[in-house]
Structure formats: C-alpha cells, structure tokens
C-alpha cells in the first residue's frame, strides 16, 4: 500500500506541473550587477555603466522586455570612483520622488533635482549642496569604503549606506543625503582559520558588501559577505545606530554577495550563490583573492514570514560559459561568475534581476517568482548536460583568481539503449588535473543538479555500472558543491555509494545492469532522521541523515569512488519531487 506521505505528494506534484517558465534573459548589463539598476517610471528601468567619461546607461521602456543603449544628459555627473565596470549606486527618495546616486569606492554623494535627466548637484563638506562639483571636488563629501546601494527607511525619514573596508559600517543620514554619521557599531564575521579539510587559509573577508532590509517589525536585517562556509546575518533594533553581533545565517556561500530585498506583494526576496568552494591547499596564504571556484550560478529565494522560512533555492542563472577551457583568462584578467545581483520588481508576479561579474558573465534576467515554488523537476541527457554542472579544474591559477576548466562528465551513447544519451561519469586519467606542489588532484569526475527545495519528497535516478566501475557517490545536499570535489558526500544530507558488489537491501549492485533507485526523504533537521531507499520498486534499506538541512535538499550529486583512473557510473536521467 502506497504511504500517505507519497500519495499526497503525488497528487500535489500532479496538480503542479511546471507550468512556469525559468528566468529569460533580456539583455547584458553595461557594468558588473549589484549597483546601478534603478527603477525609473511605471513602464522604464534602467542600468547605468561606470565609463568615465561620457557615462550612459542601458535602458527598458516596456517594462524590461527590449533595452538599447543611451548616452546620460549633460547634467549628469562623471564617474569619478570605483572602476569603469562598476556602475554607481541609485536610488529613490520616496518623500522627494528625487535620486541619491553614491559611488562604489571612497567618493562622492549626488542628488538629483528634476529626476535622473534634470541637473545633480553634490553634497559638500559642510552638510550643503554645490551644482559646481566638477571645478571645485575638494569641496566634496567623500565617504570612505566601499559601497553598496542606500536604502530609505522608516517611510524615507532617514537612509542606511552601507560601507566597507575589512567589516561593515552603516553610515546613516536623517535628512536626504546631506549630513552623514557612522553607525556606532561594526558588522564583523571571524577570519578563516586552517583546519578539517582546510590547509591553508581562505582570502580573509571580515563581513563585507552587506545587503540590508528593513522587516515589518522596523528591524533591520544585513548579510554580509565572509570567508567562512556561510554568510553572516546581523540586525539593528534601533535604526541601524547599533548592530548585533554577527552569527551565521542559514545562507550557504563564501566570498560572494548577497542581495536581499522585497517583492511587490511584500514578500522578501534573496538571491546569492548558494555553492561550497573547494577544500583551500596547502599553498592559499589567506592574504589575497583565491582561484574563484565557486561563481557559477545565482540562487534565489522566498519568504513569505518575513525570513523564518523560506522557499525556492533554485538557480536562477547557471554560467553558460563555466566549463570553457579558457575560462581563466577569456575577455580579459578580471573577476568573473555569476555572483553579485539587483532587482526591481516588474508586476506582481515577475522580477527583473541583474547579475554577474564580467562583461561575458553578466546578464539581466526576468523571473516568473511562481517559478521559484515548483514542486518537481526531472531531466535527461538527450540534449546534453545543459542544466547540469560537471566541469573540474586544471590547478594552476590563471588570469585573476581562476583555473581553467576540463569536462568532469560527458554525454555518451547508452550501451544498450539505441537512441538513448547517458552521462559518463568516471576517475579520469588526466595528469593536468593534478599540481603535486599545491596538493590539488581534481582528477575524480562528478555532475550536480539543482532541483526545488524540499523539507521532504523524493529523488529518482536511473543509472547503470559499467564493468570494472569503481562506482560513485550519490549524495542528496543542501548546497551546490564542485562536481570534483569528493568532500561532498561528508557534507551531504544523504549519501550511498553505488558500486559492483555494493549491497542495497540486501540486493548486491551487479555491473552492466540498468537500475531505477528511489530515495525518499521525510525531514532534513532532527537527528536520528532516516530516509528509505527503494531500488527497482523493492524496498532497498534506509539512509541516516548525516548533516542538519533546515533550508531542505535541492540538489544531487555524484562523484567517482575510488583513486585511480577507471569508470564510475552512467546516469540515464533524473527527477525530484517535494513538499
């Protein structure tokens, strides 16, 4: 007799069909996302560059749907901080209908007067205006750090800017823009420290590029940016004067930027890169930028209980461009990835988002939020691994920050199946995934796939052994990890190995032989928790939960056993239902 449980699911997965589209992309951003992208009309949005001279921006007057490229007015200020692919920040007064524009580095603050196209003046030392700053910029306000986007609070009465150098400070003001304090507390998270799976040191961010939002409640709550395994979260019960100490959210994500904001129906909206970096090596110091492999998609989220629970954690956009062999240095020696994002809101039922960090990385993406609340998800490989992460990396640091990138997988012909595509995943021999002086060996074969979150449901997989197969790891996680990275059955949720010889049920696993494996799950959080397993319809044991998920699960992953070069598994395809 079917339980309760799955035939409740079912009929729910059954009433659910994915009837919503995932997020399209509408254009490229003319600077890295998270600043620039402001609402301007009911029908027009623009995002404006950082070019020094002669700025411009691009621009939707259909409500996102079509964008072209516009020079700025006359009155509008240079770009003087930051770099020429960093936009600066804008945003709307809503008591004055009139803009705040910051840059992103140690600069200046200006105001408009008649809206983004009228004449800006500067704020001045002295809490005034100057309409003269391009003659007299000594004369200028200058807030030290590194900012992200103001946000007017309390009805507009006062603006929280947040700042940073190794932590974050708010700098607040309580009439427009004019006059400037600092907060009288720091957001700080503790450095990276050796040890576990770690050695040597994580580029060491002490809470940084903090993203704020005011509850209904008048608090104020910020994610900051850090070198450990999650963002840190802090709150103000007075405004943003004093913050609480930091502790870890329920955010998975290191050295990336979190936004948080809110939806038109009032619901709070985040997006981040929800994906574990690499173990570090013995050679990272701790003292600069690391080789960046953990930028390849944005993730978003829903609260509809003002951040209690939340729902979604799904990729709103998966790199395309992630497995290139020349992803290092492609388009030139910058950061790059999918991290950093913004977002207006479009209609009740879409958000415009822009994110990504280099000029091939970058897009502006509309998303259906209805999208985020699916239940189920199911896949093959019969037009390739598209909607799947299976690169690995060749351990030698190139360009800024990065490793180039070799396949991790491949699509191949089932050997059976005549018409039927399989991923391939193995132990590869391949000596260039291999740097004996830093300790990295990437050499193990792997795949991730991302699915909507779930407390409970159940995953599917089809899969098949090939002779001589060392096997793979399954495992069901709560975050993206690196296809090569073979910590992650340590850090997962649930894991089995499937392997010739492996017994599930009391059911050896026999080599080239199609399987059909069931893994249904029924919590995520409390300890003792099991999930059973059912292989070909016939109850096939139960799995322990070995790591707390209060988010849910919402991803797979598979990784090669064993340590030298053989097969692994074939994957025929995959599903995942949730509740």
């Not at 427009?176 to 450095?191: A, H």
């Not at 509309?366 to 598209?386: H, P, T, Y």
């Not at 059973?532 to 799995?543: C, E, F, M, S, V």
Request: with cysteine.
């Amino acid at each position: 007799m079917r339980p309760l449980f799955l035939t409740s699911l079912l009929l729910a997965a059954a009433a659910h069909a994915a009837d919503y589209a995932p997020p399209r992309v509408v254009a490229t951003p003319p600077a890295d996302a998270g600043r620039g992208l402001v609402r301007v009309s009911a029908t027009e949005i623009r995002h404006y560059d950082g070019v020094r001279k002669g700025p411009g921006f691009l621009v939707s007057r259909d409500n996102g749907e079509t964008w072209k490229y516009e020079k700025a007015g006359p009155g509008y200020p240079p770009n003087y901080g930051g770099i020429p692919k960093e936009s600066p920040a804008l945003a709307r007064n809503p008591l004055t209908n009139e803009f705040i524009r910051v840059q992103p580095i140690k600069d200046h603050v200006f105001l408009s007067k008649g809206g983004l196209d009228g004449k800006w003046v500067a704020v001045t030392k002295d809490g005034k205006t100057s309409d003269a700053w391009a003659k007299s910029r000594g004369d200028l306000l200058t807030i030290p750090g590194i900012m992200r986007t103001p946000l007017f609070i309390d009805g507009g009465k006062r603006i929280v800017l947040p700042s940073h150098g190794g932590s974050t400070s708010m700098w607040l003001s309580d009439d427009g823009g004019l006059s400037w304090r600092k907060s009288k507390t720091e957001i700080k998270s503790p450095p990276h420290e050796v040890g576990g799976i770690h050695k040597g040191l994580r580029w060491q961010n002490g809470g940084v590029e903090a993203t704020v939002v005011e509850l209904k409640n008048g608090t104020l709550w910020a994610l900051v940016r850090t070198s450990q395994d999650y963002y840190y979260e802090s709150f103000s019960k007075d405004r943003g004067e004093t913050w609480s100490k930091a502790e870890p959210s329920r955010f998975a994500g290191t050295l990336t930027m979190p936004t948080l904001g809110r939806l038109a129906d009032g619901r709070l909206l985040v997006l981040w890169t929800n994906q574990m970096a690499l173990p570090e090596l013995s050679t990272a110091t701790g003292k600069g930028e690391d080789a960046f492999n953990n930028r390849d998609t944005l993730h978003a989220a829903v609260s509809d209980d003002e951040g209690k629970t939340w729902r979604g954690f799904r990729e709103v956009g998966l790199d395309e461009h992630r497995a290139r062999p020349d992803y290092a240095t492609w388009g030139g020696p910058q950061d790059r990835g999918n991290h950093q994002a913004e977002f207006v809101t479009l209609d009740k039922d879409r958000t415009l988002i822009a994110y990504g960090q280099h000029k091939n990385h970058r897009r502006l993406v509309i998303m259906d939020n209805r999208w985020l609340l699916e239940k189920d998800r199911k896949g093959d490989f019969s037009q390739g691994a598209g909607d799947w992460l299976c690169h690995t990396f060749v351990p030698i640091p190139k360009g800024h920050c990065s490793y180039n990138r070799k396949p991790a997988a491949t699509v191949v012909n089932h050997p059976t199946k005549s018409g039927v595509r399989v991923l391939d995943i193995g132990f590869q021999d391949d000596s260039t995934l291999v740097n004996e002086k830093s300790g990295a060996d990437y050499r193990a074969g792997g795949a991730a796939w991302n699915f909507p979150a779930g407390q409970a449901g159940k995953a599917t997989v089809k899969f098949r052994l090939p002779a001589g197969s060392a096997g793979a790891h399954f495992s069901l996680m709560d975050r993206l990890f690196a296809a090569c990275d073979r910590t992650a059955p340590d850090f997962s949720m649930y894991t089995v190995k499937l392997a010739p010889g492996e017994s599930l049920g009391g059911v050896k696993l026999k080599p080239d032989t199609d399987y059909a494996l069931v893994v249904e799950w029924t919590g995520t959080t409390a300890e003792g928790t099991t999930c059973r397993l059912t292989l070909d319809g016939k109850p096939a044991g139960t799995l322990k939960l070995k790591n707390p998920a209060p988010n849910g699960l919402s991803y797979l992953h598979f990784i090669a056993a064993g340590d030298k070069p053989g097969p692994g598994i074939l994957l025929e395809s995959v599903a995942a239902e949730v509740r």
